[in-house]
């Protein structure tokens, strides 16, 4: 299986800051015929689903702000929030799709400051 | 806009077997478009992917589960469905339903709401 570590596992930023969340995967999720990252980001709020925020590694799933931006390939990547609202307090996680089983990371909790 | 809703009981007693259902609207789950996941969420930890089924009755599992279980999908309801045997302690979390791309990528786009399964005597 594929492990993906996150750090660090919480986050306090201040409002209006960025904040910057790391995702590292054990092995290459980089799919060299295509050139395509097989990674994901999630946000879920407390008592909800996850809502998924980007794909492709860098991707922004429709309707989500442009605050939210994704970067990285290969192994090491990072999802940046460029200023912080209160409203993107919540667990973000990532995913790697590249091979079953899917596996997420354990999850950053991003708090303000 | 694909809603997904899951429904089933919320407490199973040990060495039984958890039966869950996803309810589609909105989307079909014949589609040749998506993937049907289930993924859970023991209380306090990450997401863990169980599997997944396509329209054909395809399925792909994670091995690293330790009870057995089994995805199947009714065309006819537009649902699908979880199977969990010989439940522990283990397998109490927040279970849910959500649509997974095939076409594009297996990332998870629509979920459900959850619902929490909690396995005790």
């Known amino acids: 299986d594929i492990v993906m570590t996150q750090s660090p596992d919480s986050l306090a930023v201040s409002l209006g800051e960025r904040a910057t969340i790391n995702c590292k995967s054990s092995?290459?999720?980089?799919?060299?015929?295509?050139?395509?990252?097989?990674l994901a980001w999630y946000q879920q709020k407390p008592g909800q689903p996850p809502k998924l925020l980007i794909y492709w590694a860098s991707t922004r799933e429709s309707g989500v702000p442009d605050r939210f931006s994704g970067s990285g390939s290969g192994t090491d990547f990072t999802l940046t929030i460029s200023s912080l609202q209160a409203e993107d307090v919540a667990v973000y996680s990532c995913q790697q799709y590249y091979n079953t089983p899917y596996t997420f990371g354990q999850g950053t909790k991003l708090e303000i400051k | 806009q694909v809603q997904l809703r899951e429904s089933g009981p919320g407490l199973v007693k040990p060495s039984e077997t958890l039966s869950l259902t996803c309810t589609v609207s909105g989307d079909s789950v014949s589609s040749t478009s998506y993937y049907w996941s289930w993924i859970r969420q023991p209380p306090g930890k990450g997401l863990e992917w169980i599997g997944n089924i396509y329209y054909s009755g395809s399925t792909n599992y994670n091995p690293s589960l330790k009870s057995p279980v089994t995805i199947s999908v009714d065309a006819s309801k537009n649902q699908f469905s979880l199977t969990v045997h010989s439940v522990t302690a283990a397998d109490t979390a927040v279970y849910y339903c959500?649509?997974?791309?095939?076409?594009?990528?297996?990332?998870?786009?629509?979920w459900g709401q959850g619902t929490l399964v909690t396995v005790s005597s």
């Open positions: 092995q290459s999720v980089l799919y060299s015929s295509n050139n395509k990252n097989y």
């Open positions: 959500a649509r997974d791309g095939h076409t594009y990528g297996h990332w998870f786009d629509s």
